[in-house]
């Protein structure tokens, strides 16, 4: 099975620098230590859209050996504290939660 990964993606926030310290300071220190099963954690901050104004901010992409292991990540008080303080930073609207299986293409 292909590794997967949860992908969350974050409007741009109302107060950028609040949410940026909340982000660095607090939230990804909780999601290294509480999401159980994760084989590494990338974000991005976005800082340019081609085709319009930049409509997110921060995509976080939270990497899992298996789709069973990303399930009881979820499932668990860690992931479930973790997902709801995601939820509490974004104040330019909800988060985007995804799950896919990831391809690689190595040239």
């Excluded at 930073?89 to 293409?105: A, D, M, N, R």
Aim: proline content about 8%; some cysteine; charged content about 20%.
């Amino acid at each position: 099975m292909a590794a997967v990964k949860l992908t969350v993606i974050y409007p741009v926030p109302k107060d950028i620098d609040a949410f940026e310290k909340q982000y660095n300071e607090v939230h990804v220190p909780m999601a290294v230590e509480k999401l159980s099963g994760k084989t590494k954690i990338v974000v991005t901050k976005v800082s340019k859209c081609l085709q319009s104004p930049v409509p997110y901010h921060r995509i976080a992409e939270i990497h899992f050996p298996s789709m069973a292991a990303l399930e009881a990540c979820l499932a668990s008080p860690g992931g479930q504290e973790t997902a709801a303080h995601a939820f509490s930073i974004s104040s330019g609207g909800p988060p985007i939660l995804l799950i896919g299986e990831e391809q690689t293409f190595t040239f």
